[in-house]
């Protein structure tokens, strides 16, 4: 049984850092690739970061870029999501998803994923 299980939100200040992980069952990392996704109340889901499950290549959304760092652990089977300089426009619930047949023309749209995490929500306030 495919699973994948976010953790690692919370609160944090602007400025301030956090590490998202995403821990997958079911399935190798080297089989799948793993995105991260966002979504602000109101707003559509906002594709963030993916990692390659066949060569570890890395891909960002202007959005994030500088600031995210996508890795994986294959020992562990689970995906992290560094992010730094965290601002207010951050607050979301991020969710991370796993695609076997992940592009890099496909690699921002959802519906191309096969898996999703339950999510983690991510709350930037003083």
């Known amino acids: 049984q495919v699973q994948l299980v976010e953790s690692g939100g919370g609160l944090v200040q602007p400025g301030g850092s956090l590490r998202l992980s995403c821990a997958a069952s079911?399935?190798?990392?080297?089989?799948?690739?793993i995105g991260w996704f966002r979504q602000a109340p109101g707003k559509e889901r906002e594709w963030l970061s993916c990692?390659?499950?066949?060569?570890?290549?890395?891909y960002y959304a202007g959005s994030v870029k500088g600031r995210f760092t996508i890795s994986r652990d294959n020992a562990k089977n689970t995906v992290y999501l560094q992010m730094n300089s965290l601002n207010s426009e951050d607050t979301a619930v991020y969710y991370c998803?796993?695609?076997?047949?992940?592009?890099?023309?496909?690699?921002?749209?959802?519906?191309?994923?096969?898996?999703w995490g339950q999510g983690t929500q991510v709350t930037v306030s003083s």
């Open positions: 079911g399935f190798t990392l080297n089989d799948y690739s």
């Open positions: 990692i390659s499950g066949s060569d570890g290549s890395t």
């Open positions: 998803a796993a695609g076997s047949r992940i592009s890099t023309a496909t690699v921002k749209e959802p519906n191309v994923y096969d898996y």
